[in-house]
């Protein structure tokens, strides 16, 4: 079965840091794009970042640049997400996803196909 | 990077259809995808590259592109079709729109 499982979140105070993992089963690890996407209470979904297959190319949401770091290590079918100076507006479920992505003959293509059930990042005095 | 806009909320009564927009100005050259969200649970694909639909997905949800707008068309509405609904597109740059989201409610 392919699962992806969330762990790390918590109550943190401004400021601080937190680094989430996301434990990946059921397929091939290395072979997928991966992604982190947040939910604030109440609110719609935020893509954060993104990493290929070998970590090489990584992408951020503006609002978490410089601050954030995703990483992955292939070997132990892992994925992280180190997040530094979190404030509060980082308060959120943070979901990991895995990622399809390619070319076909109309246009390229990305999208989320598997997502964890997330884990709880409060940010908060 | 660019914006994609979903009306807040649609209401339909059971059996009848549901249409949900999404509108970008990117959406001409990139895909679109839909996720359903029910309370307290994680997103799901319900449709990708536009129209296609996952196994798994009932064949009551479609997806259509006009031009700057896509659509997720629920035939047949059921109760349990009640949920928030995301669009999402992409482009090969990296970073990755989502809608705002559209609460459907089933009369």
């Known amino acids: 079965e392919v699962q992806l499982v969330e762990s790390g979140g918590g109550l943190v105070q401004p400021g601080g840091s937190l680094r989430l993992s996301c434990a990946a089963s059921?397929?091939?690890?290395?072979?997928?794009?991966m992604s982190w996407v947040r939910q604030a209470p109440g609110k719609g979904l935020e893509w954060v970042a993104n990493i290929k297959q070998d970590g090489s190319e990584k992408y951020y949401v503006d609002s978490v640049k410089g601050r954030f770091t995703i990483s992955r290590d292939n070997a132990k079918n892992s994925l992280y997400l180190q997040m530094n100076s979190l404030r509060a507006e980082d308060t959120a479920v943070y979901y990991c996803?895995?990622?399809?992505?390619?070319?076909?003959?109309?246009?390229?293509?990305?999208?989320?196909?598997?997502w964890g059930k997330g884990t709880t990042v409060t940010v908060s005095s | 990077s660019y914006e994609l806009t979903q009306p807040p909320s649609v209401s339909v009564s059971p059996g009848q259809t549901a249409r949900i927009t999404c509108s970008g100005d990117a959406l001409p050259k990139q895909y679109a995808y839909w996720y359903q969200q029910k309370p307290g649970q994680a997103p799901v694909l319900v449709i990708y590259?536009?129209?296609e639909r996952p196994s798994g997905i009932p064949e009551r949800f479609s997806g259509s592109s006009s031009g700057t707008t896509v659509t997720l068309t629920i035939s047949g509405v059921q109760a349990e079709d009640e949920a928030d609904y995301y669009c999402q597109s992409a482009d090969s740059s990296g970073p990755v729109v989502f809608g705002g989201g559209t609460k459907l409610t089933v009369l």
């Open positions: 590259k536009d129209s």
């Open positions: 059921g397929f091939t690890f290395s072979s997928y794009w």
């Open positions: 996803a895995r990622d399809s992505s390619g070319y076909d003959l109309k246009s390229y293509y990305y999208y989320m196909d598997v």
